[in-house]
């Protein structure tokens, strides 16, 4: 499924930005640098870039020139990979984009240091906005923090769910922190950029953080029923670890009964699938994932952007919820 618009039209200006805020040279840099794909036979740097392009996209369809806001847009690529780092740690994950995680290759002790070193990274970058005013700095600055914090709380809430039964407003509460924070922060500080204000850069947040509940509830299904080639990690390690993905809150609470089986030693990964399929919860987590693309899609019909904008992120809302990987 080729990358949308979106995806595409910045990276030639990111990619350079990303590399030019790695160049700290130590053993803290290589760290870095390792995770973002740019040493040992890396592949560079990869993924969909999905937030940072939502900062230059939302910067442009707001009627700003999207290079003022890239200094945003890595400063926010940059908290959502410290986040990586430290959620690699505490999952156990040996694999990211099918290489070994910076806690595998260099230990955990180092890894959360490396995480650490990401963050400040971050917070240098959204101070270095020369072509924004005190007061869009500081409200960027807001912002950033803000949602970083909302994220970490989600986090907290997600690693707090595991092996336990969870309903589905809890699980909604993790997920719009956890992934929506993030997502949400992109379009503000787009917004911030381009000198938006007030109730509209509300707006753009909260569109935002629903399409970061579409994000979250996609990758919820392909980490049980996706490709492990197109995923680049095992699928099943979320069933493992005891997570409370949503097919799995959706599961339990039909039957309760499949606890016992999440429990059993080695874990009957293919009877879980089975039950999971049984169940129906496949199908009803791809019709939750539309039905979030379908809220973001009206909140976008509220937004003042120009025609191209609105098609292009229509574009990437239909990406987001069919994608495989």
Not at 266 to 280: C, F, Q, S, T, Y
Not at 313 to 320: A, G, K, P
Request: overall charge negative.
């Amino acid at each position: 499924m080729p990358h949308p618009e979106i995806l595409n039209r910045y990276r030639d200006i990111l990619v350079p930005a990303l590399k030019g805020a790695l160049r700290d040279e130590g053993p803290l840099g290589e760290m870095l640098r390792y995770h973002m794909g740019l040493v040992r036979g890396g592949p560079g740097i990869g993924g969909k870039l999905l937030r940072p392009s939502l900062v230059c996209f939302s910067c442009e369809a707001s009627g700003g020139d999207p290079t003022t806001a890239l200094p945003l847009a890595v400063a926010l690529e940059l908290v959502h990979n410290f986040s990586l780092i430290h959620d690699d740690i505490q999952d156990k994950d040996e694999l990211r984009r099918g290489r070994p995680t910076v806690w595998a290759v260099y230990g955990g002790e180092q890894a959360i240091n490396a995480g650490d070193g990401m963050l400040v990274l971050a917070l240098r970058q959204a101070l270095g906005t020369e072509n924004l005013s005190e007061t869009q700095r500081l409200t960027a600055l807001g912002a950033l923090l803000s949602a970083t914090y909302r994220m970490i709380e989600g986090q907290v809430l997600d690693l707090s769910l595991e092996g336990r039964s969870a309903d589905v407003a809890e699980y909604l509460d993790m997920a719009r922190k956890k992934t929506g924070a993030l997502i949400g922060c992109a379009l503000e500080l787009g917004g911030i950029a381009a000198g938006v204000d007030g109730e509209l850069r509300t707006e753009l947040r909260e569109l935002g953080e629903v399409l970061g509940l579409a994000f979250q509830v996609r990758d919820d299904w392909i980490g049980i029923w996706g490709d492990p080639r197109k995923v680049g990690k095992p699928v099943g390690s979320d069933i493992a670890r005891g997570k409370r993905s949503l097919p799995l809150v959706l599961a339990l609470g039909k039957d309760p009964s499949l606890a016992d089986l999440l429990d059993t030693e080695p874990l009957p990964l293919e009877e879980i699938l089975g039950r999971l399929e049984g169940l129906g919860v496949k199908e009803e987590t791809v019709s939750i994932t539309r039905e979030f693309r379908d809220r973001a899609a009206e909140r976008l019909e509220r937004l003042p952007w120009p025609n191209w904008a609105q098609e292009a992120f229509r574009e990437l809302l239909d990406f987001l919820v069919e994608r495989e990987a």
